[in-house]
Each structure stands twice: as C-alpha cells, then as structure tokens.
C-alpha cells in the first residue's frame, strides 16, 4: 500500500502563492504518476496537474501559466507550487499516485488540504 500525507494549504489573498507538498510513504516504488486534484463546493472534481515518474507533465487550462507540478523522486515527495491565485482556486486539493502496472491496486488518495483565496 502506499500512503499520501498531505501539507501546506491554508488562507491566501488573490495574487499570493503557495506550495503544497505531499508525502508518499509506503510501497514508494510501485508509484508510476502523480497527480493533484481539487474539488470546491458544489463542484466536480477536477485533475490540477498530472505528472509522470519521468518528469512529463500535464495542466488543466485554468492552471496553466500559474501552477507547476513536480516531484522528487528521491523524498518520495510531490509539489504543487501555486502562483498568482484566484478567489476561483478555492477547493480541497487531493494528492493522487497512480501504480504501476505491475502491482494491483491504487489509485491512492491523501486526506485532502484546503486552499482558500479571499479577495
């Protein structure tokens, strides 16, 4: 199994910034992407950023310009630094690990942290 222990959400004012950080801990080598998800109220959850063991990464629109996605392999940690933020960015995030094809199992999910922009 592997587990994912979110950190860094909190209250931010428009055009602010934060980090978030998730820890995976764990069967750490059976993780092939990551990923972070967000869900505001009364809304779908959507996928943030999306990124492979190999560095490869992918954006939703609303995002793009704004966040980048990485992670080092060797803390097992993944990172979402979030720039210039909107009122609109307020949600639950998620940390998410995909596992590789050759274990059964996952996804993996971490408790969520909230993220509030106020304007």
């Known amino acids: 199994q592997v587990q994912l222990v979110e950190s860094g959400g909190g209250l931010v004012q428009a055009g602010g910034s934060l980090r978030l950080s998730c820890a995976a801990s764990?069967?750490?080598?059976?993780?092939?992407?990551m990923a972070w998800y967000r869900q505001a109220p009364g809304k779908q959850r959507e996928l943030v950023a999306a990124?492979?063991?190999?560095?490869?990464?992918d954006y939703a629109d609303s995002v793009k310009g704004r966040f980048t996605i990485s992670r080092d392999n060797a803390k097992n940690t993944l990172y979402l630094q979030m720039n210039n933020l909107k009122p609109e960015d307020t949600a639950v995030y998620y940390c998410?690990?995909?596992?590789?094809?050759?274990?059964?199992?996952?996804?993996?999910w971490g408790q969520g942290t909230q993220v509030t922009v106020s304007s």
């Open positions: 764990g069967s750490v080598l059976s993780i092939s992407a």
């Open positions: 998410n690990a995909e596992e590789d094809s050759d274990y059964e199992g996952g996804p993996y």
């Open positions: 990124i492979t063991s190999g560095g490869s990464s």
